[in-house]
């Protein structure tokens, strides 16, 4: 594999990665949105959290990734 197909496999994992979690966020904050109980509220809240975390690390790597990716291709 080169290093051009190499740095785009990474991109485009990364962002497929992303889109998973940005749906995964979207549907734990309507659970979060739609729950009464205390206990559930704060597990969603912990879960959230972790995926937010998740979601700003891919967004590293696709900014660090975009570039290198451009590079290569010219």
């Known amino acids: 594999m080169s290093k051009i197909e190499c740095a785009a496999s990474i991109f485009a994992s990364a962002?497929?990665?992303?889109d998973v979690v940005d749906e995964f966020i979207a549907i734990t904050q309507s659970k979060l949105d739609g729950s009464s109980s205390d206990f559930t509220r704060d597990s969603l809240a912990d879960l959230l959290a972790g995926l937010t975390e998740q979601r700003e690390t891919y967004r590293t790597v696709l900014a660090a990734a975009e570039p290198i990716v451009t590079a290569l291709a010219a």
């Open 15 to 18: 962002s497929l990665h992303l």
